[in-house]
Nanobody, 124 residues
Framework: QVQLVESGGGLVQAGGSLRLSCAAS????????MGWFRQAPGKEREFVVG????????LYADSVEGRFTISRDNANNTLYLQMNSLKPEDTAVYYC?????????????????WGQGTQVTVSS
């Protein structure tokens, strides 16, 4: 099994940037397809971005396309989410997720492993 730990969240003004990290242990990330999700208070967990197991395919939610970038560092066994041009509506707890499937997955049910989440707050 793989264990995931997110970090990098915080408070930022609108228009600012943050980089989230998801450190993996137990198994190498290259064995998994990966995803970032977020959940705001009172709302369901929503898809942000996904990456195929090979890393060759990524898919972004329309709301973050062009502002967020997912990347994976196999040497450090870490997944990243670079978030630029942040908006107040990006405020949420952000989770990374992993699954042994091959292609990009966009629903929470498709992922078996989850981190504990990191809070991102964007002030207006």
């Amino acid at each position: 099994q793989v264990q995931l730990v997110e970090s990098g969240g915080g408070l930022v003004q609108a228009g600012g940037s943050l980089r989230l990290s998801c450190a993996a242990s137990g198994r190498t990330l290259s064995r998994y397809r990966m995803g970032w999700f977020r959940q705001a208070p009172g709302k369901e967990r929503e898809f942000v971005v996904g990456m195929s197991r090979s890393g060759g395919t990524t898919l972004y939610a329309d709301s973050v396309e062009g502002r967020f970038t997912i990347s994976r560092d196999n040497a450090n066994n870490t997944l990243y989410l670079q978030m630029n041009s942040l908006k107040p509506e990006d405020t949420a707890v952000y989770y990374c997720a992993a699954d042994s499937g091959l292609i990009v997955a966009v629903t929470p049910k498709q992922y078996d492993y989850w981190g504990q989440g990191t809070q991102v707050t964007v002030s207006s």
